[in-house]
Protein backbone atom coordinates (compact mmCIF):
# COMPACT_ATOMS: atom_id res chain seq x y z
CA UNK A 1 0.00 0.00 0.00
CA UNK A 2 1.38 3.38 -0.77
CA UNK A 3 1.75 5.70 2.02
CA UNK A 4 -0.61 8.66 2.74
CA UNK A 5 0.93 11.65 3.79
CA UNK A 6 -0.79 11.95 7.43
CA UNK A 7 -2.93 14.63 7.81
CA UNK A 8 -3.95 16.24 11.23
CA UNK A 9 -7.28 17.09 12.43
CA UNK A 10 -7.07 20.69 10.70
CA UNK A 11 -5.83 19.18 7.81
CA UNK A 12 -8.86 16.58 7.31
CA UNK A 13 -11.30 19.66 8.20
CA UNK A 14 -9.34 21.70 5.17
CA UNK A 15 -9.43 18.76 3.07
CA UNK A 16 -13.38 18.51 3.95
CA UNK A 17 -13.95 21.52 3.13
CA UNK A 18 -12.19 21.38 -0.12
CA UNK A 19 -14.00 18.23 -1.48
CA UNK A 20 -17.42 19.90 -0.90
CA UNK A 21 -18.26 21.54 -3.80
CA UNK A 22 -16.89 18.43 -5.66
CA UNK A 23 -18.68 15.82 -3.79
CA UNK A 24 -22.16 17.16 -4.26
CA UNK A 25 -21.17 17.41 -8.24
CA UNK A 26 -20.14 13.74 -8.12
CA UNK A 27 -23.43 13.06 -5.99
CA UNK A 28 -25.76 14.28 -9.14
CA UNK A 29 -24.16 12.70 -11.55
CA UNK A 30 -23.64 9.00 -9.90
CA UNK A 31 -26.88 8.60 -8.45
CA UNK A 32 -26.62 7.92 -4.99
CA UNK A 33 -29.10 7.78 -2.41
CA UNK A 34 -28.09 11.29 -0.69
CA UNK A 35 -29.67 12.53 -3.99
CA UNK A 36 -32.78 10.40 -4.12
CA UNK A 37 -33.55 11.27 -1.23
CA UNK A 38 -33.09 14.76 -0.85
CA UNK A 39 -36.91 15.73 -0.88
CA UNK A 40 -37.46 13.47 2.28
CA UNK A 41 -40.10 11.41 1.26
CA UNK A 42 -38.82 8.29 -0.26
CA UNK A 43 -37.81 5.02 1.53
CA UNK A 44 -34.31 4.72 2.30
CA UNK A 45 -33.15 0.96 1.95
CA UNK A 46 -30.78 -0.27 4.31
CA UNK A 47 -28.16 -3.38 4.13
CA UNK A 48 -26.99 -4.38 7.87
CA UNK A 49 -23.26 -6.05 7.30
CA UNK A 50 -22.43 -7.54 11.02
CA UNK A 51 -25.79 -8.65 13.01
CA UNK A 52 -24.07 -9.48 16.62
CA UNK A 53 -25.37 -7.50 18.79
CA UNK A 54 -24.10 -4.05 18.22
CA UNK A 55 -25.31 -4.79 14.90
CA UNK A 56 -29.12 -5.05 15.64
CA UNK A 57 -28.53 -2.11 18.10
CA UNK A 58 -27.54 0.24 15.42
CA UNK A 59 -30.19 -1.18 12.96
CA UNK A 60 -32.95 -0.70 15.57
CA UNK A 61 -31.56 2.80 16.65
CA UNK A 62 -31.38 3.87 12.63
CA UNK A 63 -35.58 2.74 12.48
CA UNK A 64 -35.92 5.25 15.49
CA UNK A 65 -34.78 8.09 13.85
CA UNK A 66 -37.10 7.82 10.25
CA UNK A 67 -40.06 5.80 9.98
CA UNK A 68 -39.59 5.88 5.93
CA UNK A 69 -36.75 3.38 6.55
CA UNK A 70 -36.72 -0.39 5.12
CA UNK A 71 -34.25 -2.99 6.24
CA UNK A 72 -33.45 -4.86 2.88
CA UNK A 73 -30.78 -7.28 3.46
CA UNK A 74 -28.43 -8.71 6.16
CA UNK A 75 -25.45 -10.27 5.90
CA UNK A 76 -23.02 -11.94 9.17
CA UNK A 77 -20.63 -14.34 9.24
CA UNK A 78 -22.51 -16.82 11.03
CA UNK A 79 -26.55 -17.40 9.39
CA UNK A 80 -27.62 -17.62 13.18
CA UNK A 81 -26.82 -14.64 13.93
CA UNK A 82 -28.45 -12.94 10.59
CA UNK A 83 -31.80 -15.07 11.89
CA UNK A 84 -32.03 -13.62 15.13
CA UNK A 85 -31.21 -9.88 14.31
CA UNK A 86 -34.02 -10.21 11.88
CA UNK A 87 -36.31 -11.62 14.89
CA UNK A 88 -35.11 -9.10 17.14
CA UNK A 89 -35.44 -6.11 14.74
CA UNK A 90 -38.58 -7.21 13.54
CA UNK A 91 -40.16 -7.15 17.19
CA UNK A 92 -39.42 -3.47 17.41
CA UNK A 93 -40.02 -2.16 13.91
CA UNK A 94 -42.29 -5.02 12.64
CA UNK A 95 -43.21 -2.84 9.43
CA UNK A 96 -39.71 -1.82 8.46
CA UNK A 97 -38.45 -5.57 7.01
CA UNK A 98 -38.22 -6.63 3.90
CA UNK A 99 -35.89 -9.47 3.80
CA UNK A 100 -36.79 -12.11 1.96
CA UNK A 101 -34.35 -15.59 2.87
CA UNK A 102 -32.29 -14.52 -0.86
CA UNK A 103 -31.40 -11.81 1.06
CA UNK A 104 -29.94 -13.27 4.13
CA UNK A 105 -26.19 -13.88 3.55
CA UNK A 106 -23.88 -15.90 5.24
CA UNK A 107 -19.75 -16.22 5.19
CA UNK A 108 -16.60 -14.14 4.79
CA UNK A 109 -17.73 -12.90 1.41
CA UNK A 110 -21.42 -12.13 3.00
CA UNK A 111 -21.13 -8.50 2.62
CA UNK A 112 -20.11 -7.99 -0.85
CA UNK A 113 -23.40 -9.88 -1.34
CA UNK A 114 -25.06 -7.26 0.92
CA UNK A 115 -23.48 -4.25 -0.78
CA UNK A 116 -24.64 -5.82 -4.29
CA UNK A 117 -28.55 -5.25 -3.06
CA UNK A 118 -29.54 -1.94 -3.70
CA UNK A 119 -29.37 -0.66 -0.41
CA UNK A 120 -28.88 3.03 -0.25
CA UNK A 121 -27.68 2.75 3.63
CA UNK A 122 -25.19 0.06 4.59
CA UNK A 123 -24.12 -0.13 8.64
CA UNK A 124 -21.20 -1.53 9.29
CA UNK A 125 -21.02 -3.21 12.44
CA UNK A 126 -18.89 -6.76 12.14
CA UNK A 127 -15.89 -6.95 14.99
CA UNK A 128 -13.60 -3.73 14.10
CA UNK A 129 -10.75 -6.01 12.58
CA UNK A 130 -13.00 -5.99 9.48
CA UNK A 131 -14.33 -2.47 9.31
CA UNK A 132 -11.64 -0.88 6.68
CA UNK A 133 -11.93 -3.46 4.38
CA UNK A 134 -15.85 -3.25 4.58
CA UNK A 135 -15.70 0.60 4.69
CA UNK A 136 -13.89 0.54 1.61
CA UNK A 137 -16.04 -1.95 -0.56
CA UNK A 138 -19.29 0.10 1.18
CA UNK A 139 -17.98 3.57 -0.54
CA UNK A 140 -16.58 1.81 -3.86
CA UNK A 141 -20.21 0.31 -4.39
CA UNK A 142 -21.44 3.81 -4.05
CA UNK A 143 -23.59 3.49 -0.61
CA UNK A 144 -23.86 6.34 2.05
CA UNK A 145 -22.79 4.26 5.59
CA UNK A 146 -22.77 3.84 9.10
CA UNK A 147 -20.40 2.31 10.79
CA UNK A 148 -19.47 1.00 14.36
CA UNK A 149 -16.56 2.21 16.17
CA UNK A 150 -13.67 1.78 16.59
CA UNK A 151 -12.56 1.90 12.53
CA UNK A 152 -9.53 0.20 12.78
CA UNK A 153 -7.16 -2.29 14.79
CA UNK A 154 -3.76 -1.34 13.22
CA UNK A 155 -2.01 0.72 11.07
CA UNK A 156 -3.13 -0.49 7.34
CA UNK A 157 -6.69 -0.45 8.67
CA UNK A 158 -5.82 3.74 9.32
CA UNK A 159 -3.94 3.98 6.24
CA UNK A 160 -6.93 2.16 4.32
CA UNK A 161 -9.51 4.34 6.49
CA UNK A 162 -8.02 7.74 4.98
CA UNK A 163 -7.77 6.59 1.85
CA UNK A 164 -11.56 5.64 1.48
CA UNK A 165 -12.81 8.77 3.71
CA UNK A 166 -10.99 10.72 0.46
CA UNK A 167 -13.00 8.57 -1.80
CA UNK A 168 -16.32 9.29 0.09
CA UNK A 169 -15.59 12.50 -0.23
CA UNK A 170 -14.93 12.79 -3.47
CA UNK A 171 -17.94 10.60 -4.23
CA UNK A 172 -20.58 12.94 -2.07
CA UNK A 173 -21.81 9.72 0.09
CA UNK A 174 -22.23 10.31 3.92
CA UNK A 175 -20.74 8.31 6.88
CA UNK A 176 -22.12 8.46 10.08
CA UNK A 177 -20.16 6.33 12.94
CA UNK A 178 -20.77 5.45 16.43
CA UNK A 179 -18.97 8.11 18.28
CA UNK A 180 -22.56 9.09 19.29
CA UNK A 181 -20.80 11.59 22.32
CA UNK A 182 -19.93 14.30 18.84
CA UNK A 183 -23.84 14.23 18.63
CA UNK A 184 -25.10 15.38 22.64
CA UNK A 185 -25.65 18.70 22.89
CA UNK A 186 -24.22 19.03 26.32
CA UNK A 187 -20.70 17.52 24.57
CA UNK A 188 -20.79 20.14 21.58
CA UNK A 189 -21.45 22.98 23.28
CA UNK A 190 -18.92 22.21 25.71
CA UNK A 191 -16.04 21.31 23.54
CA UNK A 192 -17.38 24.29 21.60
CA UNK A 193 -16.33 26.50 24.80
CA UNK A 194 -13.31 24.84 25.24
CA UNK A 195 -12.18 25.79 21.94
CA UNK A 196 -13.01 29.08 21.95
CA UNK A 197 -10.51 29.62 25.00
CA UNK A 198 -13.37 29.36 28.25
CA UNK A 199 -11.21 28.02 30.17
CA UNK A 200 -7.50 28.98 28.19
CA UNK A 201 -5.05 27.52 26.73
CA UNK A 202 -4.76 23.87 28.02
CA UNK A 203 -2.31 22.19 29.98
CA UNK A 204 -3.24 19.33 30.55
CA UNK A 205 -6.14 16.43 29.47
CA UNK A 206 -7.51 13.61 31.10
CA UNK A 207 -9.42 10.31 29.78
CA UNK A 208 -11.05 7.19 31.30
CA UNK A 209 -12.69 4.05 30.85
CA UNK A 210 -12.47 2.30 33.83
CA UNK A 211 -14.67 -1.19 34.95
CA UNK A 212 -15.43 -4.33 35.22
CA UNK A 213 -15.29 -5.63 32.03
CA UNK A 214 -17.40 -7.05 29.29
CA UNK A 215 -19.07 -10.85 28.46
CA UNK A 216 -16.76 -14.14 27.19
CA UNK A 217 -18.15 -16.60 25.13
CA UNK A 218 -17.09 -20.12 25.31
CA UNK A 219 -15.52 -22.24 23.23
CA UNK A 220 -18.03 -25.23 21.95
CA UNK A 221 -16.65 -28.47 20.86
CA UNK A 222 -17.48 -28.12 17.27
CA UNK A 223 -16.43 -24.66 16.66
CA UNK A 224 -13.35 -24.85 14.77
CA UNK A 225 -10.06 -22.50 15.69
CA UNK A 226 -11.36 -19.49 13.37
CA UNK A 227 -15.23 -19.37 14.62
CA UNK A 228 -14.04 -19.31 17.81
CA UNK A 229 -12.45 -16.48 17.65
CA UNK A 230 -14.67 -14.84 15.73
CA UNK A 231 -17.32 -15.43 18.48
CA UNK A 232 -15.15 -14.42 21.08
CA UNK A 233 -14.09 -11.47 19.39
CA UNK A 234 -13.33 -9.08 22.12
CA UNK A 235 -10.24 -10.98 23.02
CA UNK A 236 -8.32 -11.20 20.03
CA UNK A 237 -6.15 -7.97 18.80
CA UNK A 238 -6.76 -8.64 15.11
CA UNK A 239 -10.41 -8.77 15.47
CA UNK A 240 -10.98 -6.03 18.75
CA UNK A 241 -7.64 -4.31 18.59
CA UNK A 242 -8.15 -4.68 22.75
CA UNK A 243 -10.39 -2.99 25.25
CA UNK A 244 -8.26 0.26 24.66
CA UNK A 245 -9.61 0.22 20.96
CA UNK A 246 -13.14 -1.32 21.25
CA UNK A 247 -14.44 1.11 25.12
CA UNK A 248 -11.74 3.78 25.50
CA UNK A 249 -11.85 5.30 22.06
CA UNK A 250 -15.02 7.02 23.29
CA UNK A 251 -12.89 9.21 25.54
CA UNK A 252 -9.99 9.27 23.58
CA UNK A 253 -12.09 10.79 20.56
CA UNK A 254 -13.57 13.79 22.64
CA UNK A 255 -10.35 14.68 24.27
CA UNK A 256 -8.73 14.59 20.69
CA UNK A 257 -12.12 17.08 19.76
CA UNK A 258 -11.13 19.47 22.32
CA UNK A 259 -7.88 19.63 21.89
CA UNK A 260 -8.53 19.92 18.34
CA UNK A 261 -5.42 17.48 16.80
CA UNK A 262 -4.44 14.07 17.77
CA UNK A 263 -1.18 13.16 19.79
CA UNK A 264 2.50 13.27 18.33
CA UNK A 265 3.76 10.40 20.42
CA UNK A 266 2.35 7.85 23.57
CA UNK A 267 4.27 5.78 26.37
CA UNK A 268 2.75 3.47 28.53
CA UNK A 269 2.23 1.29 30.59
CA UNK A 270 -0.34 -2.27 30.71
CA UNK A 271 -0.69 -5.76 31.64
CA UNK A 272 -2.90 -8.98 33.04
CA UNK A 273 -3.53 -9.13 36.22
CA UNK A 274 -6.38 -10.94 36.69
CA UNK A 275 -7.63 -11.97 33.09
CA UNK A 276 -5.94 -15.12 33.65
CA UNK A 277 -8.74 -17.71 33.28
CA UNK A 278 -9.24 -19.06 29.44
CA UNK A 279 -11.70 -17.47 27.08
CA UNK A 280 -10.02 -14.08 27.68
CA UNK A 281 -7.68 -14.19 24.73
CA UNK A 282 -4.53 -12.26 24.52
CA UNK A 283 -6.07 -8.68 25.68
CA UNK A 284 -4.63 -6.33 28.41
CA UNK A 285 -6.69 -5.95 31.76
CA UNK A 286 -5.35 -2.18 32.02
CA UNK A 287 -3.26 0.07 30.03
CA UNK A 288 -1.81 3.86 31.31
CA UNK A 289 -0.86 5.50 28.63
CA UNK A 290 0.65 9.59 28.40
CA UNK A 291 -0.46 10.69 25.32
CA UNK A 292 1.26 14.03 24.08
CA UNK A 293 0.25 16.39 21.10
CA UNK A 294 2.95 18.08 19.04
CA UNK A 295 3.36 21.76 21.14
CA UNK A 296 3.46 19.34 24.58
CA UNK A 297 0.32 19.02 26.05
CA UNK A 298 -0.30 16.39 27.82
CA UNK A 299 -2.97 13.94 27.78
CA UNK A 300 -3.47 10.78 30.53
CA UNK A 301 -5.19 8.06 29.82
CA UNK A 302 -6.86 4.86 31.84
CA UNK A 303 -8.85 2.11 30.93
CA UNK A 304 -9.23 -1.11 32.79
CA UNK A 305 -11.05 -4.32 33.06
CA UNK A 306 -11.08 -5.45 36.11
CA UNK A 307 -14.09 -6.48 38.78
CA UNK A 308 -14.43 -4.84 42.12
CA UNK A 309 -12.26 -1.72 41.46
CA UNK A 310 -13.21 2.00 41.04
CA UNK A 311 -15.22 3.03 37.85
CA UNK A 312 -15.09 5.94 36.02
CA UNK A 313 -15.81 6.58 32.78
CA UNK A 314 -15.38 10.55 32.15
CA UNK A 315 -12.87 12.81 30.40
CA UNK A 316 -11.67 16.41 31.74
CA UNK A 317 -9.37 19.35 30.61
CA UNK A 318 -7.86 21.84 32.59
CA UNK A 319 -6.64 25.23 31.12
CA UNK A 320 -5.05 28.48 32.45
CA UNK A 321 -8.08 30.26 32.82
CA UNK A 322 -10.09 26.99 34.47
CA UNK A 323 -11.28 23.27 34.34
CA UNK A 324 -13.76 21.67 32.18
CA UNK A 325 -15.58 18.12 32.36
CA UNK A 326 -16.30 18.33 28.75
CA UNK A 327 -20.11 17.31 28.77
CA UNK A 328 -21.64 20.18 30.61
CA UNK A 329 -19.72 21.87 32.37
CA UNK A 330 -16.80 24.76 33.07
CA UNK A 331 -15.51 26.31 36.29
CA UNK A 332 -13.23 28.77 36.95
CA UNK A 333 -12.87 32.24 35.12
CA UNK A 334 -15.79 31.58 33.06
CA UNK A 335 -17.91 29.15 34.94
CA UNK A 336 -20.87 27.57 32.66
CA UNK A 337 -23.35 24.88 32.93
CA UNK A 338 -25.07 23.24 30.46
CA UNK A 339 -28.82 23.91 30.92
CA UNK A 340 -30.50 22.67 27.97
CA UNK A 341 -32.26 18.90 26.95
CA UNK A 342 -30.10 15.89 27.06
CA UNK A 343 -31.27 13.45 24.16
CA UNK A 344 -30.56 9.36 23.77
CA UNK A 345 -27.11 10.29 21.81
CA UNK A 346 -27.41 6.32 20.13
CA UNK A 347 -30.78 7.63 18.49
CA UNK A 348 -29.67 11.29 17.77
CA UNK A 349 -26.48 10.15 15.60
CA UNK A 350 -28.63 8.35 13.46
CA UNK A 351 -31.23 11.38 13.44
CA UNK A 352 -28.30 13.45 12.26
CA UNK A 353 -27.49 11.45 9.62
CA UNK A 354 -30.88 10.45 7.62
CA UNK A 355 -31.39 14.31 8.05
CA UNK A 356 -27.94 14.73 6.35
CA UNK A 357 -29.14 12.42 3.28
CA UNK A 358 -32.54 13.68 2.60
CA UNK A 359 -31.17 17.58 3.02
CA UNK A 360 -28.58 16.42 0.46
CA UNK A 361 -25.68 17.76 3.02
CA UNK A 362 -22.25 16.92 3.48
CA UNK A 363 -21.88 14.73 6.94
CA UNK A 364 -18.35 12.26 6.88
CA UNK A 365 -17.48 11.48 10.44
CA UNK A 366 -14.79 9.34 9.11
CA UNK A 367 -12.29 11.44 9.33
CA UNK A 368 -12.32 12.01 13.29
CA UNK A 369 -13.12 8.43 13.71
CA UNK A 370 -9.96 7.25 11.86
CA UNK A 371 -7.81 9.50 13.78
CA UNK A 372 -9.42 8.89 17.16
CA UNK A 373 -9.27 4.91 16.46
CA UNK A 374 -5.75 5.24 15.84
CA UNK A 375 -5.06 7.27 18.77
CA UNK A 376 -6.57 4.03 20.73
CA UNK A 377 -3.85 1.77 18.35
CA UNK A 378 -0.93 4.10 19.31
CA UNK A 379 -1.99 3.69 23.18
CA UNK A 380 -2.25 -0.18 22.87
CA UNK A 381 1.33 -0.24 20.44
CA UNK A 382 2.73 2.08 24.00
CA UNK A 383 1.28 -0.66 26.34
CA UNK A 384 2.50 -3.72 24.60
CA UNK A 385 5.78 -2.32 23.59
CA UNK A 386 7.04 -0.82 26.93
CA UNK A 387 8.45 2.51 24.48
CA UNK A 388 7.93 5.45 23.37
CA UNK A 389 5.63 5.64 20.02
CA UNK A 390 5.61 8.00 17.37
CA UNK A 391 2.14 8.73 15.77
CA UNK A 392 4.23 8.82 12.03
CA UNK A 393 6.30 6.19 12.77
CA UNK A 394 3.26 4.40 14.10
CA UNK A 395 0.32 5.11 10.92
CA UNK A 396 3.54 4.54 8.45
CA UNK A 397 4.51 0.76 9.27
CA UNK A 398 2.58 -0.22 12.47
CA UNK A 399 4.41 -2.10 15.24
CA UNK A 400 8.14 -3.86 14.55
Known sequence: MSKPQEPSRRDFLKTSTATLAAGAAAAGSLGLARSAHAAGSDVIKVALIGAGGRGKGAVT???????NLKLVAVADAFPDNAEKALKQIGKAHPGQIDVPPERIFAGFDAYKQALATEADLVVLATSPGFRPIHFDAAVKAGKNVFMEKPCCTDAPGFRMLLETGKLADEKGLLVGVGLQRRHQPNYIQTVKRIQDGAIGELMCLRAYWNGGGVWTRGRTPEQTEMEYQMRNWYYFVWLCGDHICEQHVHNLDIVNWARGDHPAEANGMGGRQVRTQKDTGEIYDHHFIEFTYADGTKMYSQCRHQPNTWSNVSEAARGTKGTSNCNGRIDGESEWRYQGKGVNPYDQEHVDLIAAIRK??????????????????????????????????????GPE
Not at 61 to 67: K, P, S, V
Not at 361 to 376: Q, V
Not at 380 to 387: F, V
Open 360 to 397: NEKLNDGWHAATSSFTAVLGRMATYSGKVVKWDEAAAK
Open 61 to 67: QLMNADE
